[in-house]
């Protein structure tokens, strides 16, 4: 099969289309034509090194897909060739074919394209797990994401909102905290210059938020835990701001709050299949009604994968950067 290719010589990794074998089917695979992959920021760590896959997963790049079935695993019941998936992925996306979990995968609703279905798995199921299911956002509450103009945050404000929920964003620039507040954020914050903690005070009536996703982690910390109303939950999910930090661990007894750290990809099979599954139950009927959809920045052929790199770590984007495959 082609896929790309990391050449990590240089100072720089360069991405190039190339030949690797095609991956084998499992009993509980699904063997997917690759239509479509997409963007996540855990890709660029990977492709410089700093992110190795997981045991068992291919090293080739790629968190998720969308696509058609081309071969069912011996165990497979309820997918047949030609049905279209969108799937979550161990590693493997930036290529023509891949082999995944059928737990980990859900049929592509009508109305999406390979292209849009691509940008969903990741985003939407990291948002559901982490806000929905390990901090248990209340139908109503209120939730604080940074980086509102990420893949995560599209996804966040859109699940969010869909709750009933009040979500407070924040963002590099006006015009991103505008297409936020477009998407259905009610405040959005520009981090160059307002006061996020400020923000989820006045936006909750002074009680704080219930819970606060964060994929910044260190520089936020101290702020993060102010901005959480008592019981709050924090769910760290990124280290884009440092990782080393300092806390005052009596504000924690004292208001009652947690701290969860959290990954997706290194997780089970078994364990993605209950998200992918609780995503289903709780939000699938939204996404095929259109209620709930990923938010396309831009759509780019697969050999440009190095471009959508460099789109995604200048982020130039707002929402999802998407690989078509074929
Ligand atoms: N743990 C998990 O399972 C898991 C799963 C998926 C993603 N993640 C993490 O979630 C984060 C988002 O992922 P993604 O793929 O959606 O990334 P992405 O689209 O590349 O977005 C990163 C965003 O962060 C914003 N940002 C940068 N510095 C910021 C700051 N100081 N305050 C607020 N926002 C800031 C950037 O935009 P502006 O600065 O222009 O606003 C950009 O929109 C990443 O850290 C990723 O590793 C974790």
Same mark, same amino acid.
């Given at each position: ?14 991405? =190039? ?50 696509? !058609?079935?081309? *071969? ?24 023509? $074919?891949?082999? /995944? ?14 292209? $849009?279905?691509?940008?969903?798995? *990741? ?9 929905? $299911? ?22 966040? #404000? ?22 936020? @507040? ?18 989820? @005070? ?20 101290? @702020?993060?835990? *102010? ?15 440092? =990782? %080393? ?25 078994? !364990?993605?299949?209950? #998200?992918?599954?609780?995503? %289903? ?30 789109? /995604? ?14």
């Amino acid at each position: 099969m082609r896929a790309i290719l990391v050449d990590a010589s240089g100072e720089l990794p360069r991405l =190039a289309l190339g030949e690797a074998p095609d991956p084998e089917l499992v009993p509980s695979g699904l063997r997917l034509r690759v239509a479509a992959t997409a963007v996540n920021r855990a890709d660029l760590l990977q492709a410089r090194g700093l992110y190795p896959p997981p045991p068992g997963a291919s090293p080739i790049l790629g968190l998720e897909c969308a696509g !058609e079935v081309l *071969e069912t695993g011996s165990d497979v019941s309820g997918w047949r060739p030609g049905d279209r998936a969108m799937a979550l992925l161990p590693g493997g996306g930036y290529a023509t $074919q891949v082999v /995944v979990d059928a737990g980990s995968a859900l049929r592509v609703p009508d109305r999406l394209t390979f292209e $849009q279905a691509a940008a969903v798995p *990741e985003v939407f199921f990291t948002v559901f797990l982490n806000v929905f $299911q390990l901090a248990a956002f209340p139908e109503g509450g209120a939730a604080l994401v940074h980086g509102g103009g990420s893949g995560i945050g599209t996804a966040a #404000i859109q699940l969010v909102k869909h709750a009933h929920g009040t979500i407070v964003v924040t963002a590099g620039s006006e015009a991103k905290c505008a297409r936020c @507040r477009a998407l259905g954020a009610d405040v959005a914050v520009n981090y160059n210059e307002g006061d996020f903690v400020a923000a989820c @005070r006045e936006a909750t009536a002074d009680r704080g938020v219930d819970v606060v996703l964060d994929s910044i982690g260190a520089s936020y910390l101290v @702020r993060n835990i *102010e901005a959480l109303a008592l019981g709050g939950r924090l769910v760290l999910i990124g280290l884009m701001g440092g =990782a %080393q930090a300092e806390l005052n661990l009596g504000q924690l007894l004292a208001r009652r709050l947690s701290v969860i750290g959290s990954t997706l990809r290194a997780r089970p099979v078994a !364990e993605k299949a209950a #998200i992918v599954a609780g995503f %289903q139950s709780r939000f699938g009927s939204a996404l095929e009604k259109g209620e709930i959809a990923p938010v396309v920045d831009r759509v780019l052929p697969l050999e440009q994968a190095g471009e959508a790199h460099r789109i /995604v770590q200048a982020s130039e984007h707002f929402g999802k950067v998407v690989l078509r495959v074929a």
